[in-house]
């Protein structure tokens, strides 16, 4: 009898929990959130920057036809949100922020010396709208997607040195769309939103060197920033 009281307890308890997540008897966090014309937050996460290159003469001597080889690692971001409500599913977001990166940078058949390691600050600035799906219970799912600028602190395109005197130089500004997806978390204190966003560059972010056949830049015709941003906004 023991053992039945039990197993019937504990089915009533799956029951009970089952219609708290899927029905609308669950206790809602955060009830009146998304009622407001106007909120704010900001955000901490993660990044990993790539480079894409276009050639002007393509190489088919190296297994991936590229001249470069390029090591990605794990950068920072840290920033502040300011959020528009336009429409019951539809928001404009600004979210100015810094990230903080480096990527390694060779010539796939060249020695150890034409390494470089390429270390940057951004100043990102991005205008994203969000569309997000009904409210169920205490999350949200959306999808994002927008342009953006960004100014490169650690550019170096004013340096009169080029790569012939080991410096690698990229523009201070580029632009950029985005797209991405998340989940807004309506917690008891505040709102958790992780998302992860895919940025690509627009413009040509590579400075040539006054040598027009270098070995870094003389192939090169198009040089543009890609990146994976997967960050966690508090509001």
């Known amino acids: 009898m023991k053992k039945i009281l039990t197993i019937a307890l504990l089915a009533l308890s799956f029951n009970a929990a089952h219609a708290q997540i899927f029905s609308g008897e669950r206790v809602l966090n955060q009830q009146n959130f998304d009622q407001q014309r106007w909120s704010w937050g900001y955000f901490l996460g993660f990044n ?13 001597s ?5 001249d470069f080889r390029v090591e990605t690692r794990i950068g920072f971001n840290v920033g502040l949100l300011g959020n528009l409500k ?3 599913n539809l928001d404009l977001r600004l979210e100015p922020g810094v990230n903080f990166n480096t990527r390694g940078f060779q010539a796939i058949k060249a020695d150890a010396g034409t390494y470089r390691e390429i270390s940057s600050t951004y100043v990102h600035i991005p205008l994203l709208l ?7 219970n205490n999350f949200k799912p959306f999808v ?12 170096n395109e ?36 992780p998302s992860i966003r895919g940025v690509f560059a627009i413009n040509d972010e590579l400075i040539r060197d006054a040598d027009p056949n270098s ?3 003389g192939n090169v015709d198009k040089m543009s920033s890609r990146a994976i941003f997967i960050n966690f906004t508090f509001q």
């Open 144 to 155: 994002v997607g927008g342009v953006s600028t960004s100014i490169n602190l650690s550019s």
């Open 215 to 217: 070995l870094y830049t």
């Open 62 to 66: 190296t297994v991936t036809g590229q």
């Open 158 to 193: 004013n340096n009169p040195d080029d790569n012939s005197a080991g410096q690698f130089r990229m523009t201070t500004n580029s632009y950029y769309y985005e797209v991405g997806f998340g989940i807004d978390l309506y917690l008891y204190y505040f709102k958790l939103s």
């Open 86 to 88: 336009l429409s019951h």
């Open 130 to 136: 969000k569309f997000s799906a009904n409210r169920l």
């Open 48 to 60: 990993s920057y790539d480079f894409n290159f276009d050639y002007i003469d393509y190489n088919p």
